[in-house]
């Protein structure tokens, strides 16, 4: 028998995954979810989740600082971190902090659930929370930018483009999942 999980807890700075989260999980438990640290706490101190999902960063704020805020103060709460910029020493990191699991991004929501909850049952769709091209091309070329602490010029030659078409891929919002 797995972990029982009623009220799941996402953090992340960005809607489009908030909303993938409410969308593909709400049909097993309740999900709250929030864009920032501090909006996180309140919930989790209201709320009481069983299970947090936390984004390594989120805006300015660590999501290793919000994890040890949460096992501090919800001890029972078993809190996962998730991130693009995923290392061994931020998974190390993070399970002294007290994450019970940490995987590195991209992943479905529900396979972190599934995982969570060791639910051996697949996924009816496997494909529901894919991201798209356009999107997997974003999040690589925020992560060599802030691999180059926003150095453009250093980016694009990393990238192997123009630095013109980097800024002109910048200028565009994030696209949807």
């Known amino acids: 028998m797995g972990v029982v999980v009623r ?13 993938a989260a ?3 999980m709400a049909a097993s438990c309740t999900v709250i ?7 996180a706490l309140k919930l989790a101190r209201d709320l009481r989740p069983e299970l947090a999902i936390i984004d390594l960063r989120i805006n300015e704020d660590s ?16 809190v996962v971190l998730y991130s693009g910029y995923m290392s061994l020493s931020t998974a190390v990191a993070a399970a002294r902090a007290g994450a019970e699991h ?6 479905t929501f529900k396979e972190i659930l599934r995982r969570v909850t ?14 798209s091209l356009a999107r997997v091309e974003f999040d690589h070329i925020t992560r060599v ?9 250093e980016a694009a030659r990393r ?5 013109s078409t980097l800024q002109r891929r910048l200028r565009k919002y994030a696209p949807p999942k």
């Not at 996402?10 to 909303?19: F, G, K, N, S």
């Open 7 to 19: 009220t799941v807890l996402v953090v992340d700075d960005e809607q489009t995954l908030l909303a």
């Open 22 to 24: 409410r969308r593909t």
């Open 33 to 39: 979810t929030a864009p920032d640290v501090y909006e």
């Open 63 to 78: 999501g290793l600082e919000l994890l040890r805020s949460l096992k501090q103060e919800l001890p029972s709460t078993i």
């Open 102 to 107: 940490v995987f590195p991004k991209p992943i």
């Open 118 to 131: 060791n639910d051996n049952e697949p996924d009816i769709d496997p494909l529901d929370d894919t991201p």
């Open 145 to 153: 930018l802030d691999d180059c602490n926003g150095n453009i010029s």
């Open 159 to 163: 990238l192997g483009i123009f630095r």
